[in-house]
């Protein structure tokens, strides 16, 4: 699977808009990009995810990059409970043996 | 509906005794999935179920962690005995068709072994 490189920690002011950027250089062209967040004490949530397309939907946009090396995960207008820690994930969406493998992640803090 | 339901939230028990953590998957979802974070070393999955049938158990750390799914409703990941480096939260979590489809996790358990 694709490596993903994220940075560990990131600010964002309340209502301004959060970007998230995420590296995945040896992205391979059947694998998805996937972003996960995990609010303090729950367990992580499904945001979006892409293959080469931006996407949209309530909760985020994802924009991917044409060479798909890199992509970007914005939060419109974040608020304080988007304080979470942010996952990008690299996957093979059709092949049954592969799972989710959680990286590091971003630690994204909004702040009044 | 009402996502995936873990039990018990919370548990502290001693070492050595056994513990029992169980996993109500979202209705319709045919896998099912356990994972374990703890600081040192994340998120990583243990173990997961198709149709209940146990898949890949690769992440399993040792024999004394054992999983079943009797049932498409029900799930169970026992420690025996356990030990105080099994101290986690443990997550279950459930999809829909194939297994890198969105995942929606339970609240986890938090177990803390003295």
């Known amino acids: 699977d694709a490596k993903t490189t994220q940075p560990p920690s990131m600010d964002c002011a309340e209502g301004r808009a959060a970007n998230l950027p995420c590296n995945h250089s040896?992205?391979?062209?059947?694998?998805?990009v996937y972003w996960y967040r995990q609010i303090h004490s729950q367990g992580p949530q499904y945001i979006i995810h892409g293959l080469k397309n931006n996407e949209t939907n309530e909760m985020a946009s994802l924009i991917i990059t044409e060479d798909r090396k890199s992509s970007t995960l914005i939060l419109p207008h974040a608020t304080l409970r988007d304080t979470a820690v942010y996952y990008c994930i690299v996957r093979v969406r059709d092949n049954a043996g592969n799972m989710l493998t959680f990286g590091g992640g971003t630690r994204l803090m909004v702040k009044p | 509906d009402a996502g995936v339901i873990q039990s018990p939230r919370h548990e502290v028990t001693e070492m050595g005794q056994e513990v029992t953590l169980r996993c109500k998957p979202i209705?319709?979802?045919?896998?099912l999935f356990w994972y374990r974070q703890t600081m040192m070393r994340g998120l990583e999955l243990l173990i997961y179920?198709?149709?209940?049938?146990?898949?890949?158990d690769s992440g399993m750390p040792e024999d004394r962690f054992s999983a079943k799914m009797p049932n498409a409703s029900f799930s169970t990941l026992k420690i025996q005995p356990s030990e105080p480096r099994d101290s986690a939260v443990y997550f279950c979590a459930s999809s829909f068709l194939r297994p890198t489809d969105t995942q929606y996790f339970g609240p986890g358990t938090r177990l803390t072994v003295l």
């Open positions: 179920f198709n149709n209940n049938v146990p898949i890949d």
């Open positions: 209705s319709g979802h045919d896998y």
């Open positions: 040896t992205i391979s062209g059947n694998e998805y």
